[in-house]
């Protein structure tokens, strides 16, 4: 009877509330509304339909380096019109100053391209990052450049598939960027390389509020001298000792800020997320991006594909909203998911498509 005033064309698929009314009007049982939750384990609906729920996931913020360049976060702006010989910005923002380079590349380019870039650029200037903060993209998923960085003892950090949103600082500074060059170069965009090295003394030595002061100041202690303008005051015999006590009273005072604008970061995003966990060897749908996974619906038109796959296992609890599931062999995506992109398994759970399609596009 539950088939056919649910599973059936008729039946539709509808929820709780429907399916109940519908049988309501012809019969009559003890418990109906209990036999009725069979709807909500029905494996169709969990692959089908959307979550009706507040985004999955409390905001876990990265933690806050304790020095300037020890984390660096890196990514990509492309699509740009060609500049020059340039058409791609790589930027790369120190977590603990805020502080930013910005690097003009050409595309089509590769891992060795993009590290030497780095070295001619950064390194010169603040050494080796003990972590880089990444998304996925495939320069920083190649063997090369995992190799480079293990080597040379830099962990690297990416995000997890189907969730660019877990380092927002640099979209910010990739929002901020694409802004000032809108604004100069509107009406001839074939020169915004030339802008770039204003650009990115314009946003070091902007004020941030997360720091209550500037990048820049935060990272050299003073804010820069602009073009006609004379500081009001100068001290031509600093004492060295002074010196270097204002410098570590500085970093204090960055970190209290920095961890006071994560609290409150995480305090607004939390009013609009909902809390959801799992444990080890839970069964859950994975949700797989169709503008990014090409070949999920296995057919030019994915509309009226499932938006879930599975059900998956869950085998290691990467952190609070990371989690690893056990994939079948050959699965060539990546196996740590971001909790909003699952959902759980409510048993009895009859797999309808267990096999994850094979990608075109790594995510």
Same mark, same amino acid.
């Given at each position: ?34 036999? @009725? ?31 300037? $360049? ?37 595309? *089509? ?42 080597? @040379? ?25 694409? @802004? ?11 020169? $915004? ?33 602009? $073009? ?55 069964? /859950? ?6 503008? /990014? ?20 296992? @869950? ?19 990546? *196996? /740590? ?27």
């Amino acid at each position: 009877m539950l088939c056919a005033f649910h599973d059936s064309t008729m039946g539709g698929h509808s929820g709780v509330p429907v399916t109940y009314r519908r049988l309501r009007r012809l019969f009559a049982c003890p418990k109906m509304k209990e036999h @009725i939750k069979y709807v909500q384990s029905c494996s169709v609906c969990q692959q089908a339909k959307p979550e009706r729920v507040r985004y999955p996931g409390l905001l876990e913020p990265l933690p806050v380096p304790d020095g300037a $360049w020890k984390v660096v976060t890196m990514d990509f702006i492309d699509g740009l019109p060609s500049s020059g010989k340039f058409n791609c910005i790589l930027v790369v923002v120190n977590k603990f100053t805020r502080y930013g380079h910005f690097l003009a590349l050409s595309h *089509p380019f590769t891992a060795a391209k993009v590290a030497h870039s780095y070295l001619e650029n950064i390194y010169k200037l603040h050494g080796l990052p003990e972590a880089i903060v990444s998304d996925r993209d495939p320069v920083f998923t190649s063997s090369f450049w995992r190799e480079l960085f293990k080597t @040379i003892g830099t962990e690297l950090n990416m995000s997890t598939p189907y969730h660019p949103q877990t380092d927002g600082q640099i979209e910010r500074v990739n929002q901020c960027l694409e @802004i000032y060059l809108r604004c100069f170069t509107h009406a001839n965009p074939n020169k $915004w390389h030339r802008y770039l090295a204003l650009a990115e003394f314009w946003y070091n030595s902007s004020f941030h509020s997360a720091l209550n002061t500037s990048p820049f100041a935060a990272l050299y202690g003073h804010e820069p001298r602009h $073009w006609g303008i004379e500081a009001a005051s100068t001290c031509k015999l600093p004492q060295l000792k002074e010196w270097l006590e204002e410098r570590k009273h500085m970093q204090q005072v960055l970190a209290e800020h920095l961890h006071q604008a994560r609290n409150i970061m995480k305090s607004q995003a939390d009013k609009k997320r909902s809390d959801r966990s799992f444990v080890v060897g839970d069964s /859950v749908f994975v949700k797989l991006q169709p503008y /990014v996974q090409k070949t999920v619906a296995r057919r030019s038109n994915h509309k009226l594909s499932f938006r879930y796959f599975g059900p998956y296992k @869950i085998i290691r609890i990467v952190n609070p909203v990371a989690y690893e599931l056990e994939l079948p062999a050959g699965a060539k995506v990546h *196996p /740590v998911f971001h909790v909003s992109q699952l959902r759980r398994a409510l048993s009895p759970a009859t797999p309808v498509e267990t096999t994850l399609p094979t990608p075109t596009e790594d995510p």
